[in-house]
């Protein structure tokens, strides 16, 4: 894999910025009282901790994406403020003179976990203060973790470096379930992770809970061997499958040393040599970019799978003859599309592709072909409703993108689903200029549904999508080869509002577990419309709001769950409640009020 | 949002490197570098990965093409259009031990030695003694194996000189370059932002002490350096706050800000904030001190623009609503301009490319902006302040600071040299290779033509002392300067090579004609730093010169296409 740039990563990090958002704020004038306070105690095998840092942080409420004062913090710096407390002689801490609000505490006793599982596996407490409150128990039961550590060596006993080892939990009835390991491809990549081989090929895994376990190492989707080669996945001591791994048992707080791990052979790659062509004239194309991604692997242990993506096959660029060599590649199955990053930000491309496949078996494969056709070009002017002009600038600073769906289905359920269908039907993507053109190319035939996306605030959403004064409210047909000018976009910014609190009845929602609503429609309840969706955390007391949303009828929907924690193993959820959906119409610069009821004695619930 | 974030994190994050936009010249040599990947011990480096990164061009953006190497080590990166490159292997627990700054074109081979890196390893506990578990810590290199202060050391390298402590504190970066280290927790970076894990703490160095304060660890090469404890201080350190104004909304879609606090006198990162649509900073855990601030807006085309340096003092309070203005950058603009050969070398290529010519702005004085550039990747970063002209000739170099420039112009073939460079102006162009390019802030300068010219000699020789067994002085520098009294201020006829431990010196892409040399011991200053100007750019130093040289009389004549190897320079 390339190690990434730092601006490779912050690219990445920016596109998953739905998902992670913080709000960063200076330091401002605060004049809540600050009376409230919490306490509680941290003790270590029922025995109190001493002089232990636990760190008490105010979290403001991560702002809906879309709405204005969406920003991100990519040093995570700051969220609000942090004080910071020691345990006494007896384990307990206090913080004071804390103003209304939600916080975190977090306990800095890395390597421990706590004594009961829960799925609260963090070593985190959320609890929310009412001015004045003083909060007690704020407890932090933990016990020391275990401890795996061994070696990873190739087939002629010399180390490998960085390289990735998992864990699998084994439970009692010898079933397994995947538990963490070095999964999280950000924390690999940054050498985060503990389970990560160093130089001597040592890896050292801490903060477990008792249990037995299959360490295996290998395997990695050939995107994360991070220039190290790439290496069928093996278990503990040297077991090509889990039936023959070597159940390793960790007792409470027990170091386990000496769980090597001898990888077999380095995974044999090759090479496929193919061209572009353009369908009509058959002629090549030079120059064009193309991408390949596996979407299965031939032994079936791609770490990223069950979404049709078995790793990163590379990409190439089109030689005089519209010629390209795409090498490194393992054996299994992969598909091929044009694709150019820079004219996704840039201007896009003509051109599109249905998407080639090809399999390696054990060679090289040549003669792979991908027939580049002509699409078609949507363009025309966007404009801001209500000539708003404060949100003018915002133009520039919004994209639109154009995502096609087939008139007919997908040939097959390969290609339809995942990041493989995905990739295929890859979007077009425009910016807007000064004069509010814009220019989708590439298009192929199908139903085209516009959405605006923008990265910094002032989010601007589509109205209205209009051709010769006719909305078209379900997307824009493309048919054959006709480029369609003059349509006209539509945007504004939402001003709608829905505020509402969740009733909880028939139980209590127990610790560790939070409730999020999210919010879908307005005016077309689309689901390709995506630009439509929107959430919020809703907070101690049961109340949550969605701002800056487009007039129409939305669909709330409330789903609880546990609080996540990456770098703990995902609990197995029991008694989980089922989703609650409520419908709500918001109108033009109104907040629209609602109460959702979550009804815990229903017996209809989830059970995984 | 869900279909676009994954299609977004999809195509961002996954694809290693992207392609430009579809051309129509027809290159005659395949868009290959390829070459082998070694190693000081003889491991066979299978699986590591080289990048070929387009000088001036965003590694985002479509300029970055990749390769894994056989199990011989071998590699071929493929698809590459004509221009000049940069090429970075990767191999974990290596470190590459050649000049990073050296360019390559299409159809070159490469051999890239890499040797195993050094260790540093240690233990950190918290004022209580405990063991601090699963805090980063990160290896600042001061100084390179030769003693330069290494300016932006940590950036490079960064993401693989800092790791975590385990369960027992202790924490083991291997990879590391020769070099002197200051090992430190609750460290800034270009990556994870802070100080700090929690952006509170000031960051402590080892043995327990700020950074002025920080014992240095050696590390000689493929060693391990244990011990490096290091006790951390606890404390909350202050904040800097504020915001940035000015040219904060660029041309495109991604605009982020960052901003750097560096300490005054060292230059040494401090803290580091980046954030994406907003203009409000915050940085926290910062020491009592004297530091400077910059603010630097990027975007994903890596148009920047940039703050003048703000110099702040903290001394017992947080230091809050600093205002950072940022500036646009300058940029020149230009055409290189080929004159029909009136004669052809032998040895000239099948044809010259015209985008494999690198033009260079070197600015007089202080370095540009090497730490607001020191967020990108070297291997971009390297590149700030070049670029390649397009298939017509076109070039221009953005991202200037204010300031005097001259224009440096690497050309791929021996055959070719820089016959004039002058500035579109009425009544007649300016000579630019004489008198320089003067950039005020922001400005943008065009109408700049390098004319380049087939024919050039080259020369090559050593100096050797003229008493038998004495050594030759260290800095040691031969001149080369025009013979001809009309030449005397044609700068483009000067030219300066440093002679390497054997004594051997090079020039390439000579106009011919008429030469003197002249062997002269550079400054100590001048040797160390890698922007200095050529000595004949300097009216006086010229004239010593060219007297020195008269009186010497080392006379050579080069003609039309020469290629002069082994000649003698006596010392």
Not at chain 1, 246 to 259: A, C, D, H
Not at chain 1, 459 to 483: F, N, P, Q, S
Not at chain 1, 494 to 500: D, Q, Y
Not at chain 2, 419 to 444: F, M, W, Y
Request: proline share 5%; aromatic share 6%.
């Amino acid at each position: 894999m390339l190690r990434i740039t730092r601006f490779q990563i912050l690219l990445s990090i920016t596109s998953l910025f739905i998902f992670s958002v913080a709000n960063a704020q200076t330091p401002q004038q605060d004049s809540r009282p600050r009376t409230a306070s919490v306490s509680g105690r941290v003790t270590v095998a029922g025995k109190p901790a001493v002089n232990v840092k636990v760190v008490v942080t105010e979290v403001k409420d991560r702002p809906a994406p879309g709405s204005q004062d969406f920003s991100m913090d990519l040093t995570g710096a700051g969220t609000g403020e942090d004080h910071v407390a020691l345990t006494d002689a007896e384990g307990r801490y206090r913080v004071t003179n804390l103003p209304e609000g939600k916080y975190e505490a977090k306990v800095s006793m890395g390597g421990h976990i706590r004594e009961k599982p829960s799925p609260n596996e963090s070593l985190v407490e959320s609890f929310s203060l009412d001015e004045g409150e003083s909060r007690g128990n704020v407890d932090f039961a933990l016990v020391r973790g275990g401890v795996i550590t061994g070696r990873v060596t190739d087939a002629d006993g010399r180390p490998l470096i960085a390289r990735a080892v998992s864990l699998q939990g084994v439970d009692i009835q010898g079933g397994k379930t995947i538990l963490r390991g070095s999964q999280n491809p950000m924390n690999l990549m940054m050498g985060l992770d503990g389970s990560q081989t160093d130089d001597r090929g040592v890896y050292r895994i801490f903060g477990l809970r008792a249990g037995r376990y299959l360490v295996s190492a290998g395997g990695e989707s050939d995107v994360f061997t991070g220039g190290a080669g790439s290496y069928p996945r093996a278990w503990h001591p040297d077991a090509a499958d889990e039936n023959h791994a070597k159940v390793v048992e960790v007792t409470s707080g027990g170091e386990v040393t000496g769980v090597d791990i001898r990888l077999g052979a380095a995974k044999k790659t090759y090479e496929a040599l193919g061209r572009v062509v353009d369908d009509e004239t058959g002629k090549p194309i030079a120059g064009a970019g193309v991408m390949c991604i596996r979407v299965k692997a031939a032994d079936e242990s791609a770490a990223i799978d069950g979404i049709g993506f078995g790793g990163f096959g590379g990409n190439a660029k089109t030689d005089e003859q519209g010629n390209f060599r795409l090498a490194g590649l393992a054996p299994g199955q992969y598909q091929l599309n044009l694709f150019d990053q820079e004219s996704f930000l840039t201007g896009g491309s003509n051109y599109y592709s249905d998407g080639s496949k090809f399999e390696i078996h054990g060679g090289d494969v040549a003669g792979v072909e991908i027939r580049a056709k002509s699409g078609v070009t949507i363009s025309g002017v966007a404009v801001i409703e209500d000539a708003d002009q404060s949100a003018k600038s915002s133009l520039s600073q919004t994209m639109l993108m154009a995502h096609s769906m087939p008139s007919s289905p997908p040939a097959s359920p390969d290609e339809a689903g995942g990041i493989a269908g995905a990739f295929a039907m890859a979007p077009a993507a425009s910016r807007i200029g000064i004069d509010g053109a814009f220019s989708l190319k590439g298009l192929r035939p199908g139903k085209v549904t516009i959405q605006a996306v923008s990265v910094t605030g002032g989010a601007l959403k589509i109205t209205r999508i209009e051709r010769g004064g006719v909305e078209m409210t379900e997307g824009i047909v493309v048919t054959g080869r006709e480029d369609i000018a003059g349509v006209r976009i539509v945007l504004g910014k939402g001003s709608g509002k829905i505020r509402g609190r969740v009733q909880v009845t028939g139980g209590a929602l127990p610790d560790g577990w939070r409730m999020t609503v999210t919010a879908r429609g307005g005016k077309n309840i689309s689901s390709f419309d995506s630009s439509r969706s929107y959430y919020a955390d809703v907070d101690g007391k049961g109340w949550f709001v969605i701002e800056d949303l487009l007039p129409g009828e939305y669909e709330l929907m409330l789903s609880v769950q546990p609080e996540i924690n990456p770098n703990s193993p995902p609990q197995p959820v029991q008694n989980m409640p089922a989703p609650v959906t409520q419908k709500v119409v918001v109108t033009k610069g109104q907040e629209a009020q609602v109460t959702v009821t979550l009804d815990l004695s229903k017996k209809n619930r989830e059970e995984k | 949002m869900k279909r676009l974030s994954l299609t977004l994190a999809a195509l961002l994050f996954m694809a290693a490197s992207w392609t430009a936009t579809a051309q129509e010249t027809k290159p005659k040599r395949e868009g290959v570098i390829s070459g082998r990947v070694v190693a000081d011990d003889g491991q066979p480096m299978g699986g590591a990965q080289v990048v070929a990164v387009g000088v001036g061009k965003s590694p985002v953006m479509g300029a970055a093409q990749m390769s894994s190497c056989d199990a011989d080590g071998n590699f071929k990166v493929t698809g590459l259009s004509h221009g000049v490159y940069s090429i970075v292997a990767r191999a974990p627990g290596y470190v590459s031990v050649q000049d990073q700054s050296r360019k390559y074109r299409i159809g070159e081979s490469v051999i890239i030695r890499m040797a195993r890196g050094g260790v540093i390893t240690g233990r950190v506990t918290d004022e209580f003694g405990e063991p601090v578990v699963g805090v980063r810590v990160a290896a600042d290199r001061v100084r390179d194996s030769e003693g330069k202060p290494g300016a932006g050391a940590a950036t490079m390298n960064e993401m693989y000189s800092s790791r975590s402590t385990d369960d027992r504190g202790v924490y083991r970066i291997y990879g590391l370059e020769a070099g002197a280290y200051v090992v430190g927790v609750n460290v800034a970076s270009p990556i994870f932002g802070g100080p700090g894990q929690t952006g509170r703490e000031p960051p402590t160095y080892h043995p327990s002490s700020p950074r002025g304060a920080a014992t240095e660890v050696n590390l000689r090469g493929a060693e391990e350096v244990a011990g490096v404890d290091i006790r951390a201080r606890g404390g909350r350190g202050r904040s800097i706050s504020g915001t940035v104004s000015g040219e904060t909304q660029g041309d495109g879609f991604i605009n982020g800000v960052a901003v750097t606090l560096y300490g005054a006198a060292d230059k040494n990162l401090v803290g580091m904030t980046t954030q994406i649509g907003s203009q409000n900073f915050s940085l926290r855990g910062v020491d009592d001190g004297e530091y400077e601030l910059t603010a630097t807006r990027f975007n994903e085309s890596m148009d920047l623009a940039i703050s003048a340096p703000r110099r702040v003092v903290m001394k017992g309070a947080d230091l809050n609503g600093i205002e950072l203005k940022l500036l646009k950058l300058g940029s020149v603009s230009g055409r290189v301009v080929i004159e029909a050969p009136k004669a052809e070398c032998e040895t000239a290529s099948d044809q010259f490319k015209v985008e494999e010519a690198m033009i260079e702005m070197k600015r007089d004085g202080r370095a540009p902006g090497v730490y607001a550039f020191g967020f990108f990747p070297m291997e971009a970063g390297g590149n700030l302040g070049g670029a390649t002209p397009d298939k017509i000739g076109g070039f221009t170099v953005k991202n200037l600071e204010a300031g005097r420039y001259r224009v440096n112009t690497d050309l791929p073939d021996e055959s070719w040299y820089i016959r004039a460079i002058t500035q579109a102006a009425t009544p007649k162009p300016i000579d630019v290779s004489r008198s320089g390019l003067t950039l005020k802030q922001g400005e943008k300068i065009s109408g700049i033509e390098i004319t380049i010219a087939q024919g050039a000699a080259s020369l090559s020789g050593r100096v050797v002392p003229s008493r038998e067994g004495a050594q030759l002085p260290k800095r040691l520098r031969v001149h080369l300067i025009p013979a001809e009294a009309a030449a005397a201020d044609d700068l483009l006829r000067y030219a300066e090579s440093p002679v390497r431990g054997d004594g051997a010196f090079e020039f390439k892409h000579i106009a011919p004609g008429k030469y003197l040399l002249s062997a002269r011991q550079a400054s100590e200053k001048d040797a160390n730093d890698d922007q200095s100007r050529p000595l004949a750019w300097d009216a006086v130093e010229r004239g010593k010169l060219r007297r020195e040289a008269a009186a010497a009389k080392n006379e050579i004549e080069l003609k039309v296409c020469e290629r002069v190897k082994e000649h003698i320079l006596r010392w």
